[in-house]
């Protein structure tokens, strides 16, 4: 039987419509981890709508066993990740504590910012 894991205390997450890097605050956490959109076009009405939620879908599903969410990005990737989030995955909408535009970090600017953010010396 798998016992449940303790949620990490904080992680940052950087996301537009096609990646995210999710990057674990505390040196003890998991492992950084970067996702990608699956790209496979279909002529079907809404199939990149249908695409963006099963990248999202993902996304949440990699912010599961993490504490406190800070998720930043682009103002409209944001928008689409958060509107996805409060509509389908209450869950994830508990964790996350704020949204923050930001330009696309280096992973070691990403990781500072949320630091920063929660307050935790380096």
Known sequence: MNKPSSPTAHAVVWIDHHHAYVAPIEASAAEPRHLKAHSHPTAQHGSAVRS?????????????????????????????????????????????VAYEVAAHPTENQLVALGKQFFEISA
């Open 52 to 96: 963006e939620h099963e990248f999202y879908a993902s996304v949440c599903k990699g912010l599961e066993g993490m504490g406190a969410i800070l998720v930043t990005g682009s103002r409209t990737g944001l928008a689409d990740f958060r509107h996805y989030v409060e509509k389908h995955r209450p869950l994830t909408m508990a964790q996350v």
